[in-house]
């Protein structure tokens, strides 16, 4: 739910001194890969459909659903028919500043949840987030007092009603592997216009390269070069649909050499060709 660009350890960009990121987000179509935030991210979804990977699951979100991504968990969002969401994003360190034991939690939401009382929670998180989004459009007199009042509420009914207990030792590991994945994926990001071998990525992450292989699935849900082709295809779907350059540069300006294997992947990813893609989007 951002740019196209999108890397890794996404910053969470606040302004004019803001705790929280809470904006009304339209998304015309967009492919962000792998990354996570130092931030828990909730994303209600007002219009159209938004697909979201989180560790490896699959969630496809429509008109009136809301899901949550918490802090320093890797996940990816694909958008191919648009939508409009507000979307909020809670910093780790405003949210320790005032729940001192907030990395023995984590945040459990099912947004497709039969029982009454959870849905009776959820549907109370929908309706102080549409109140916060009103008070964000219209600014009435005292907006930022009643924002703000908004805020904690919404901490607290976090905190009440969807927090779960995590053992520290799982929260430390989940630290330290990110730790090490970070510089790996920057790397990715700086250079997947050119050829990136294994050799190459495992020699930069100063690991034996079958060690490299089995640590990067294991963390990533996916194959360094599954991840690699990911990042190419995340930029060529964004050039593919919002200019009009011929396919074949799109694919020559981000690294993607193969176009047999590009069109696979393609299909594989969004069920139709590009060129078929980018009529959808004219």
Not at 11 to 28: A, C, Y
Not at 246 to 260: Q, R
Request: net charge positive; charged share 20%; aromatic share 12%.
């Amino acid at each position: 739910m951002s740019d196209s660009n999108t890397l890794l350890h996404e910053i969470v960009n606040l302004q004019n001194g803001e705790d929280i990121r809470f904006v009304l987000s339209h998304d015309p179509s967009s492919l962000i890969s792998l990354h996570w935030h130092n931030a828990i991210e909730l994303i209600y979804l007002l219009k159209g459909e938004l697909e979201v990977t989180i560790s490896g699951q699959k969630y496809l979100l429509q008109k009136g659903e809301i899901i949550l991504i918490n802090s320093k968990v890797i996940h990816s969002t694909k958008c191919t028919k648009g939508n409009d969401a507000i979307l909020v994003q809670l910093p780790y360190p405003f949210l320790k500043r005032y729940i001192n034991d907030i990395s023995s939690y984590q945040f459990t939401l099912n947004y497709r949840t039969k029982n009454p009382i959870e849905r009776t929670k959820i549907t109370q998180l929908c309706e102080l987030l549409e109140k916060m989004n009103y008070i964000q459009e219209a600014r009435p007199d005292g907006a930022l007092l009643q924002f703000q009042s908004m805020l904690f509420e919404l901490l607290y009914i976090l905190y009440h009603n969807f927090r779960t207990q995590v053992s520290q030792a799982a929260f430390q590991k989940t630290n330290k592997n990110l730790l090490r994945l970070e510089p790996i994926l920057q790397y990715t990001n700086e250079n997947y216009k050119t050829p990136i071998s294994i050799a190459e990525i495992s020699d930069y992450a100063i690991l034996e390269p079958k060690y490299f292989c089995r640590f990067f699935k294991k963390n990533m849900g996916m194959t360094y070069l599954e991840y690699l082709n990911e990042v190419r295809l995340s930029h060529i779907y964004h050039d593919l649909i919002h200019t009009d350059f011929a396919i074949n540069d799109i694919l020559e300006t981000h690294g993607f050499t193969n176009y047999k294997l590009f069109c696979r992947l393609f299909k594989e990813k969004f069920g139709t060709t590009p060129l078929q893609e980018r009529k959808k989007h004219r």
